[in-house]
Nanobody, 115 residues
């Protein structure tokens, strides 16, 4: 059974930065494309960044040029570096497989961008 543990969120001022981490338990990490999702109150959970098993990345337009997804297969960890944060980036951030989430969700990590 795969377990996902997200961390790194917090309160940050606009134009600040945060780095999120997601550690996966289990032996199949290297085989999967991975993604970071976010969900703001009253909204659906949306994919914002993804990385394939070979390292190719993709982003939604609203975060392009500001967010960077990366992975460390040896540590079974996927990262999301978030720069130039905006109030509209405030949400709970989750990781899962990219495009179509197939694992049980973790608890997420709260990101709040506010002055």
């Amino acid at each position: 059974q795969v377990r996902l543990v997200e961390s790194g969120g917090g309160l940050v001022q606009p134009v600040g930065s945060l780095r999120l981490s997601c550690v996966m338990s289990g032996s199949l990490f290297m085989s999967y494309g991975l993604g970071w999702y976010r969900q703001a109150p009253g909204n659906q959970r949306d994919l914002v960044a993804s990385i394939t098993s070979s390292g190719s990345t993709d982003y939604v337009d609203s975060v392009k040029g500001r967010f960077t997804i990366s992975r460390d297969n040896a540590r079974k960890t996927v990262y999301l570096q978030m720069n130039s944060l905006k109030p509209e980036d405030s949400a709970v951030y989750y990781c899962n497989t990219g495009a179509t989430p197939i694992w049980s969700w973790g608890q997420g990590t709260q990101v709040t961008v506010s002055s």
